[in-house]
């Protein structure tokens, strides 16, 4: 599709950032960081980068069109012991305490090749595409532009809050957004 819009280089760019952000908050990591929670009802940083790479893979791969996500293409829920088409949202608190992730280099690399991936397809978005409804869970019917800005960018950029937050409490550098 052409691009005609501003708009979609910007959601581009910014979901790009939140992904760089996710993948160097858990790349120099150790296993058990990566595995750490501060509190019984809180997630692990690897459940937190795991969900935001999950989300935007399924959204701008399989929700927008109906592709195969990264995920899938390399095998990685195979690979790695880990949900198919699960990503997270709505999970069962213990099943989610109870996911164990690859070394933190492979998990940063998996959100990398993500990233990768969505940026050329988001920044392709013209403004029709980005105004079209498309079928959520558990959100509904949502404008795409709505989805991207909220569902991918702040939602994921408030996980990557609690992700900066764990690393510090463990010693690690902030991630400096």
């Known amino acids: 599709m052409p691009q005609d819009s501003m708009i979609s280089q910007h959601l581009a760019l910014l979901t790009r950032r939140m992904l760089d952000s996710t993948a160097r908050a858990v790349e120099d990591l150790t296993s058990e960081e990566l595995h750490f929670r501060v509190h019984e009802n809180?997630?692990?940083?690897?459940?937190?980068?795991?969900?935001?790479?999950?989300?935007?893979?399924?959204?701008?791969?399989?929700?927008?069109?109906?592709?195969?996500?990264?995920?899938?293409?390399?095998?990685?829920?195979?690979?790695w012991n880990l949900p198919r088409v699960d990503q997270g949202t709505g999970m069962d608190t213990e099943i989610a305490h109870e996911i164990h992730f690859p070394e933190p280099g492979a998990l940063a690399g998996y959100i990398r090749d993500v990233a990768v991936a969505v940026e050329p397809s988001i920044e392709a978005m013209d403004d029709d595409y980005l105004q079209t409804l498309t079928i959520i869970r558990p959100h509904g019917e949502l404008p795409r532009i709505h989805i991207i800005g909220q569902v991918i960018i702040a939602h994921g950029n408030n996980h990557l809050g609690q992700m900066n937050l764990v690393r510090t409490l463990q010693g690690k550098e902030g991630l400096g957004f």
């Open 42 to 79: 809180t997630n692990s940083i690897g459940f937190e980068a795991w969900h935001i790479a999950r989300t935007v893979d399924n959204l701008i791969h399989f929700a927008f069109d109906r592709k195969q996500t990264v995920w899938l293409r390399q095998e990685l829920d195979q690979a």
